[in-house]
Structures are given as C-alpha cells and as structure tokens.
C-alpha cells in the first residue's frame, strides 16, 4: 500500500507544483499584458486634456483601443494574439502622436460672443529661418497694432503658451510674435544642437525680424527677451538699431559667469542658515561655477533649485502660485513630441549652448545701446542678480533708459505680476516711444 500512495502523492505534488508555475507565468503575463496595454493607450488618452485634435477623432481613436481591449481579453492569450492586438496599439498610439502634432494650433482670439475678433490674427506656424524651418505663434486683436518680438527664456525654452495664457492683454496693443528658437520645443529639431552659436540665434532673429517688418508693413518693432532672451534680445538691438522702437528685458542677464557664482555663494549661505546640511554638503561637493560637461546640468539644478525656493518664498504676486510645467502638459501649441521636446529642449541646449555665453558681460561689451532701454526687474531675483543689472544701467548710454521694480516678483516679473507688466509696456513704453496704445 505504501508502495502505491508515496508514488501517487510524489506525482500530485508535482502537479500542484507545475500548476502553481503555471498560475504565477500566466498571471504574469496578463500584468506584462496589461502594462503593455496601459502605455500603449496612454497617447490617446492624453489627446483630450493637452491638444488640439478634434473630438470625432478623439472617439474614433477611443473606441479603436476599446475593441482591442475586448477582443484581447475574449480570446486566448496566445503569442500570435497579443502580438497582433499589441501591434493594433501601437499603430493607434502612433496615429494618436500624429494628428497632436498636425492638430497643434493657437486658440482665436474672440470677443464676448465667442466669434473671431475681426482684423485679429492668432496663428501657430512654421518660419523658414537660417534655412530650417522653425516655429512662431503671432496673436494680437488687430493686425494694425505694433510688433513685439518676445525671446523665450533658457536657452532651449519655449513660452508659446504662457505668454498667451498669462499676458493675453498685450494682444489688445501688440501683435505678439513669439518664437521657438532652435532646439526649444516646436524648433527642438531645427539645428543641430552641437551647431547653436549666439551668432546663429542672432542671424536667425534678424531673419525674423525682417519677415515681420515686411509682413505688417512697420519699418520698426518692439523687442523683449526674457532671461537668455534678454541676452539674445541687447545682442539684436545692439547690432540692428535702427529696426526697434525699444527693447524691454526681464530677468535680465549681464555676467553669466559672475552672476552665477554670486548664486552658488547665495544659496550656500542660504543652506547653512537654514540649517539644510545635507544640500550644503551637496553644493560644496559640486564646487564653484561655472560648470561643464557630464552631470553640468544637475549642477546647475542644485544650487538654482535653492534660490527659486528663496525667490517663492518671498515674492507675492498674482502669478506666483501658477504652476507654468502643468500649463506646458495642457498646451494645446504642443503636440505630444512637442510636450517630451519641451524639457529635452531645456536641459540639453543648456548643457552644450550655455558654456558659450561663459565670458558675457555687457557691461563692458554693450554700454551702448541707441535704442529706448527698459529693464523690468523682480526685487526678490536672485537668478538672475538685480545688483548685476543696477551696474549695468549705470554705465548703459542709451536715449532713454529705466528700471523699473517689480516688488512682489522674482526672476519672472511678467508671469508673477502680469497686469503691472502689461501697464508698464501700455503706459510707459508705448506711451514714451510716441505710438498710441
């Protein structure tokens, strides 16, 4: 009897054990499965809350995923099923991609019965600059309205959908051009990144200068730039004068070098006194700037990410509590290539391009400039240091030129205290450069 039952109980055993490995691989398989299935209809899903692709299109993609989810889970999970259905997902996902990209548009502008202002413009397209083709957004509610070229900060950003969603009153009196410069965003393709010299956004800029002059019949424009764009912006009016009304920069740059090692010791004595030791520890290991090469970019970060603490923590403007990385996400400018190129744009022109600008300093390189100068500087900035710029303004021989504070902002004035800015570019700029509002 013994012979018999140990025999019959070792085979059981077996069994139960084969049936056990057999469990866990097919239950592996449908989470592998389902995974698979979760990233493959993650572009469709994101259609509806971060582009412009129209909603019988939206439907159709919907309902394409939703059959294969059916017709997956009724069938067997056999290799020739999940590979077909699988490949049926990725087709869909990767139509998904295109039409966000194709579909990428700016809203109209409208008035208060929700029909297209007439005379305004409000178009997303392509520009042919320095032989590549690159990305602008022109909005303004009368076509008649003076040019203002705003220059994105970064360098390797783009601001397509916050100065329209934050600064929208300036299309009442501009017909606000903004660019994506190669290597931010829309443009992350347009030039080899290795390629991007300061006299490439220059020419570039210039290009599009002369495109908009010609397009509105204006023999001069207004120009702003934004942190790196305040850079790119003194270096274009410094070279071509005769083609702006005025400049305006906001966060102004002047020493890149200088500038940044002022921050390091800034947010090294702001460590300490917090008593934060193991940041402290972290920017001492680092060392001083400048940085360059491998791990430059977390470099940067670390130190940059103290003082944005300190800027939030004391400024107080009606734009400090915006989050601007979720207004990139529902952008309906960016596709979703577009929305991925955004933050490769960021960190990887900063890591080859910002090394270029190490030995910038305008006061030395810029002390004249013959157009109207306007700087619009946040009292709490520390990014860029507003010292920097009060030695810059005394030396700057211009026309006309102002400082003018911002005092519940940072580095980023115009998003933090937009109505202020908008007053200042009516009030001031338009008004002392002899053009009616």
């Known amino acids: 009897m013994v012979n018999i039952i140990q025999p019959l109980t070792r085979k059981l055993y077996r069994l139960s054990k084969l049936q056990i490995v057999r469990t866990i691989a097919l239950t592996s398989l449908r989470i592998l499965v389902l995974i698979l299935i979760v990233v493959a209809i993650l572009p469709v899903a994101l259609l509806p809350i971060g582009t412009a692709v129209p909603k019988s299109i939206l439907v159709l993609f919907a309902v394409a995923d939703v059959a294969l989810v059916v017709a997956l889970f009724r069938l067997s999970l056999t290799v020739p099923v999940i590979l077909t259905t699988f490949a049926g997902f990725v087709a869909i996902a990767l139509l998904a991609i295109f039409a966000s990209q194709v579909c990428a548009s700016t809203p109209s502008i409208l008035d208060v019965n929700g029909n297209p202002i007439p005379h305004s413009i409000a178009v997303l397209e392509k520009a042919k600059l320095g032989g590549s083709e690159q990305w602008i957004t022109l909005r303004g509610k009368d076509i008649k309205r003076p040019v203002l070229l705003f220059l994105s900060g970064g360098p390797g950003g783009s601001e397509l959908v916050w100065t329209r969603k934050y600064l929208a009153k300036l299309e009442e009196h501009f017909i606000v051009v903004n660019w994506d410069q190669p290597g931010a965003a829309k443009s992350y393709d347009a030039v080899p990144i290795q390629l991007l010299t300061t006299e490439r956004y220059i020419s570039d800029a210039h290009?599009?200068?002369?495109?908009?002059?010609?397009?509105?019949?204006?023999?001069?424009?207004?120009?702003?730039?934004?942190?790196?764009?305040?850079?790119?912006?003194?270096?274009?009016?410094?070279?071509?004068?005769?083609?702006?009304?005025?400049?305006?920069?906001?966060?102004?740059?002047?020493?890149?070098?200088?500038?940044?090692?002022?921050?390091?010791?800034?947010?090294?004595?702001?460590?300490?006194?917090r008593s934060d030791t193991k940041t402290l520890k972290a920017l001492q290991n680092n060392g001083s700037p400048p940085y360059v090469g491998d791990g430059m970019f977390t470099k940067y970060l670390a130190y940059i990410t103290v003082l944005n603490s300190y800027m939030y923590a004391h400024?107080?403007?009606?734009?400090?509590?915006?989050?601007?990385?979720?207004?990139?996400?529902?952008?309906?400018?960016?596709?979703?290539?577009?929305?991925?190129?955004?933050?490769r744009g960021l960190i990887d022109v900063w890591t080859v391009f910002y090394p270029k600008l190490a030995d910038l300093d305008f006061t030395t390189q810029a002390t004249k400039l013959e157009v109207p100068v306007y700087f619009v500087v946040g009292r709490w900035d520390v990014n860029a240091m507003t010292s920097l710029v009060e030695r810059y303004y005394k030396v700057l021989q211009a026309p006309h030129k102002e400082v003018i504070w911002f005092e519940k902002s940072g580095h980023d004035p115009i998003y933090e205290e937009p109505n202020k800015f908008v007053d200042v570019m009516v009030n001031r700029v338009l008004a002392q450069t002899h053009l009616v509002p």
């Open 207 to 273: 290009e599009l200068v002369e495109m908009m002059r010609s397009r509105f019949h204006q023999d001069k424009i207004y120009v702003m730039g934004e942190s790196w764009g305040s850079i790119l912006g003194i270096k274009l009016v410094q070279r071509y004068p005769e083609l702006f009304h005025a400049y305006v920069g906001s966060g102004q740059m002047v020493n890149t070098t200088e500038d940044d090692v002022m921050g390091y010791q800034f947010a090294l004595k702001l460590a300490s006194k």
């Open 315 to 343: 400024a107080a403007g009606e734009g400090i509590e915006s989050n601007r990385l979720l207004d990139i996400l529902f952008g309906i400018e960016y596709g979703l290539v577009d929305k991925v190129n955004w933050f």
